[in-house]
């Protein structure tokens, strides 16, 4: 009884049963179309606060006319990030990491061809966009191989690299 009520439901309100299901999450901040980039820099006050947190910068970025669209195994995504230890002098990143991410509920799960952890990026507060960090493991950058390079550095989820909530880049959608 209860199925059927569910099944007229979406019959009655047509697209809305639909809708709710092909749609993908963050298909806004993630467009399978179109480039976008989302990035945080921590301040000194904010690295201060927490002193166990290994990121001083991090950049998602998502340009579908670079990389092969591959559907069966979701959209990809690259992490570019500086270590506060260790920050390159200029714009450019020194490690990176990518993945392919599939829906998981509301957020997208992102899992790198090989073992270097994984990642679920979720819609955050105020127009962000949250990281939820796996205990990943990136490797310098740039590297092309697929598989974890000489000095890969791992960056645990605890106690301070749990979560790196961003906001879209300001500046061109690139890698550096």
Not at 7 to 23: F, P, Y
Not at 94 to 103: E, H, K, N, S
Not at 111 to 129: C, D, F, K, N, Y
Request: one cysteine or more; a negative charge.
């Amino acid at each position: 009884m209860q199925a059927r009520l569910g099944v007229m439901l979406c019959i009655a309100a047509q697209g809305l049963c639909l809708a709710s299901a092909d749609a993908r999450p963050l298909e806004e901040e993630l467009p399978l179309s179109s480039a976008a980039c989302w990035e945080r820099r921590y301040d000194e006050a904010h690295l201060a606060a927490h002193p166990h947190q290994k990121v001083a910068r991090i950049r998602l970025v998502h340009l579908p006319g670079t990389w092969r669209a591959e559907p069966s195994r979701g959209i990809y995504v690259a992490l570019y990030v500086n270590l506060r230890r260790r920050v390159t002098a200029g714009s450019g990143f020194d490690y990176q990491l990518g993945g392919f991410c599939r829906p998981r509920g509301q957020a997208l799960h992102c899992i790198p061809e090989w073992e270097a952890g994984s990642w679920r990026l979720e819609r955050g507060p105020q127009g962000t966009l949250d990281i939820r960090n796996g205990d990943l493991v990136a490797n310098p950058n740039p590297y092309d191989a697929e598989e974890i390079a000489d000095g890969a550095v791992p960056i645990p989820g605890r106690p301070d690299d749990r979560v790196w909530r961003l906001r879209p880049a300001t500046d061109e959608c690139g890698i550096e």
